[in-house]
């Protein structure tokens, strides 16, 4: 298994692919240099293979590159950003955080 992901703005989504099947997606909806996670999920037929989380740390990783704002309004994206703090919790604005019960330092 080759798992890729891919955004896909014509659908503000982001795209986990295992080879060349699509696998699941993680919406977003962009508004100026903020994108806010509304949506996440992975087909049954390729669970427990941690996909879900390749996704999410792809999408995060792809927003720190284009100097996006965070808002995980997504659980799944918040709970990827809550058990990785000091790799994740900087994309979300500091004002922001309290909202999705995010603390305000690593520290």
């Known amino acids: 298994m080759t798992a890729t992901v891919r955004d896909n703005p014509a659908k503000s989504r982001y795209e986990v692919y295992d080879d060349d099947t699509l696998a699941g997606f993680s919406a977003y909806k962009l508004t100026g240099d903020t994108i806010a996670f509304t949506h996440t999920e992975v087909d049954r037929a390729f669970g427990g293979r941690g996909l879900a989380r390749q ?15 965070v808002l995980p309004f997504c659980p799944y994206v918040r709970k990827v950003i809550a058990e990785n703090l000091d790799t994740y919790l900087d994309l979300v604005p500091q004002e922001k955080r309290d909202r999705f019960d995010l603390p305000h330092s690593t520290g």
Not at 55 to 69: F, K, T, Y
Request: charged share 40%; aromatic share 0%.
């Open 55 to 69: 996704l999410v740390a792809a999408e995060l990783d792809d927003a720190r590159r284009r100097g996006l704002a």
